[in-house]
């Protein structure tokens, strides 16, 4: 039996075809989001296997069909080591079903060393690189000081915080990985929120009346709620230019901080004025800015525009952030997530790294969002940590390098070792 952490990693190696499968097992679980509701079945499984694994598992739904699964494994002297969360989403990017797959998304296909299927790359490799690691310490009897928590969460592709109800269940630790994809990088991330922004006029008028609201001695203080929308729209790009000139953040291309006016609805019908107007927009932000602080400067912003117009002043604009759901409820928060450098967990993570890859470690922030915000938001110190790239996250085609797979596993088994025997 290995009894070395350095003997263990060999074992990945050894054992790689074990790991393709328990990957393969994972993607064979139809979990797209949307249309959701649909992890029942691999939650199911995940908690299993973490049992089997000495894990506690609490299982919950977040909505019906949707359960969250957190697996606790208490350490021998967790006052004494420092405690880690390490999470990742079982939900996989919706498919549609034109898609010219290899043999469709849920059947995996293993050929020329690398796994194709929906998830390999986003991210149930990172899924079942973690699982890998936790079966290799079971087996080798191996028992950890500090606590480990294992979360696979549901919702992240259709902003349904799974994360966050794992935070607001009480679950914390001393640091937090995320094992979404992030080609072998230490991540950090901005983050996004999307908003309602909503015209409207308190009365209703006739088509016919048009001519009375626009023209010299129509003596009818009324406006089109569309028409109204664009001085707004204007404004919006405005302080998205302003943010451009003015913010920047590194790693980033300057501009990455963007407000997408992304739908437009309003009007009620060709007989009629426009009486609302509803604009969906989506801000990227970032990483050291939070998603409170810039749904504030945009209100801001776009009050003033409203107060230097005589009837915006009058009928000021309503505003609506964020959401729990884009399927539910038409919104989504993703936190930014900020990684210091310097802490211990990702120092620590740097050399698992780097002494079982021997390549540098790269620290940098994710082009996109994940999870890992939701640690920032409950000031839990996170950073992501994953195999597989976005090129093929959310693609026909997905695909994930067996290699990488296997490196990936050695480095977080290193790490959940090290970390977990690490004093607080
Ligand atoms: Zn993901």
């Not at 690189?129 to 294992?150: K, R, W, Y």
């Not at 404004?235 to 943010?243: C, K, M, P, V």
């Not at 740097?350 to 390549?359: A, D, N, Q, T, Y």
Request: negative net charge; glycine residues 10%.
């Amino acid at each position: 039996m290995p009894n070395t952490i350095d003997e263990l990693i060999k074992q990945v190696e050894a054992r790689q075809d074990e790991l393709v499968q328990l990957l393969e097992r994972l993607i064979r679980f139809p979990t797209p989001a949307p249309p959701a509701r649909n992890t029942d079945e691999a939650q199911r499984f995940i908690a299993s296997f973490l049992q089997d694994n000495g894990f506690t598992v609490d299982k919950w739904d977040v909505y019906p069909g949707d359960p969250n699964v957190a697996g606790v494994l208490k350490g021998s002297h967790p006052e004494h080591y420092k405690s880690l969360i390490v999470n990742g989403h079982i939900d996989v990017a919706e498919v549609s079903e034109d898609e010219a797959w290899e043999q469709g998304p849920f059947t995996p296909v293993v050929t020329d060393g690398v796994i194709i299927g929906r998830g390999a790359a986003d991210m149930k490799g990172g899924m079942a690189g973690a699982l890998f690691a936790v079966q290799l310490l079971h087996e080798a009897g191996i028992h950890l000081p500090g606590d480990l928590i294992f979360q696979s969460v549901i919702g992240e592709e259709v902003g349904e915080a799974g994360t966050l109800e794992c935070c607001k269940r009480g679950y914390t630790a001393d640091f937090a990985v995320v094992v979404d994809s992030s080609d072998l990088h230490i991540q950090g991330q901005g983050g996004v929120i999307t908003g309602w922004i909503t015209v409207k006029s308190s009365q209703t008028h006739h088509d016919a009346t048009r001519k009375s609201m626009i023209h010299a001695g129509g003596k009818r203080f009324a406006a089109s709620a569309i028409e109204k929308m664009m001085r707004i729209i204007q404004g919006l790009q405005e302080l998205e230019r302003h943010w451009a000139v003015m913010k920047s953040y590194p790693g980033y291309e300057p501009g990455t901080n963007t407000i997408n006016p992304a739908v437009i609805e309003g009007g009620r019908h060709a007989a009629f004025i426009a009486d609302e107007c509803r604009l969906w927009i989506t801000v990227h932000f970032y990483p050291n800015e939070t998603y409170e602080q810039v749904a504030q400067e945009i209100e801001e912003h776009i009050r003033q525009v409203a107060a230097a117009d005589v009837w915006l002043r009058e009928n000021p604009p309503r505003f609506e952030w964020g959401g729990s759901s884009m399927i539910e409820d038409r919104g989504e928060i993703f936190p930014s997530l900020e990684v210091d450098p310097d802490h211990p967990g990702v120092q620590t993570l740097k050399r698992s790294h780097e002494g079982v890859l021997r390549m540098p470690a790269v620290v940098d922030v994710s082009p996109t969002v994940t999870d890992g915000g939701w640690f920032g938001h409950a000031g839990i110190p996170a950073a992501i940590y994953g195999p597989g790239d976005l090129h093929n996250a959310h693609s026909v085609n997905e695909q994930l390098s067996v290699r990488q797979l296997v490196d990936y596993t050695k480095v977080i088994l290193k790490f959940i070792y090290e970390w977990g025997h690490t004093k607080k």
